[in-house]
């Protein structure tokens, strides 16, 4: 199901997690540590959590909101159709696969030797639902970079066009993990 989404980053958002919490009780705080995939050549959000690989492709931005739709979720050993899927979503060249299927070492090694770059972060995540948006605030390491984010999605583009004012981010810029996790990479 295709999703727009709005997301913000920085030091300390907890004003933003404060009128969030106004609106709607957030769920228990789930923590998760996750292995981003990140090509220079593409936006593609692909990045690995509890054992599966999760792809999602940028499809649009449109009224500063980017509309990404999930294209796989597979889990280890991966198949050498996913593999392959995974290296066109972030717009590389597959390489001649030798094996039927992947596990999570070999896999990485193949990703790593083909100019992926390999971002391990941990989050702490509460998830909020209101005019009918998903929302998350989230306490996020970023290769030991601490950062805090706010996101709104929604299949609705003025669901979430609301909920962001409502709750005080709309004149934020919108960045994605992928495109925060590479200005954290360029600036140190």
């Known amino acids: 199901m295709n999703r727009y989404e709005f997301r913000i980053w920085d030091r300390d958002l907890a004003s933003v997690r404060h009128e969030m919490e106004r609106l709607a009780s957030p769920s228990e705080a789930v923590e998760s540590n996750e292995i981003y995939l990140i090509s220079n050549a593409t936006d ?3 990045k690995i959590r509890d054992e599966l690989l999760d792809i999602k492709v ?3 931005v449109e009224r500063r909101l980017e509309q990404w739709s999930p294209i796989l979720k597979a889990g280890f050993p991966l198949g050498a159709s996913a593999m392959v899927q995974m290296f066109d979503s972030l717009k590389l060249i597959p390489p ?3 094996k039927a299927t992947y596990e999570f070492e070999d ?4 990703a790593v030797k083909r100019g ?3 971002v391990r972060t941990s989050k702490l995540r509460s998830h909020f639902k209101f005019d009918r948006c998903q929302t998350e605030f989230a306490k996020v390491n970023i290769d030991a970079i601490g950062r805090e984010t706010v996101a709104v999605e929604s299949e609705d583009p003025e669901a ?3 909920a962001i004012t409502r709750i005080g981010i709309a004149d934020r810029e919108n960045v994605s993990y992928v495109r925060n996790i590479e200005r954290l990479r360029t600036s140190n």
């Open 96 to 98: 001649r696969l030798t």
């Open 58 to 60: 940028l499809l649009k």
């Open 44 to 46: 593609c959000i692909a």
């Open 116 to 118: 992926i770059a390999t």
């Open 160 to 162: 979430v066009l609301a």
């Open 107 to 110: 896999f990485l090694d193949e």
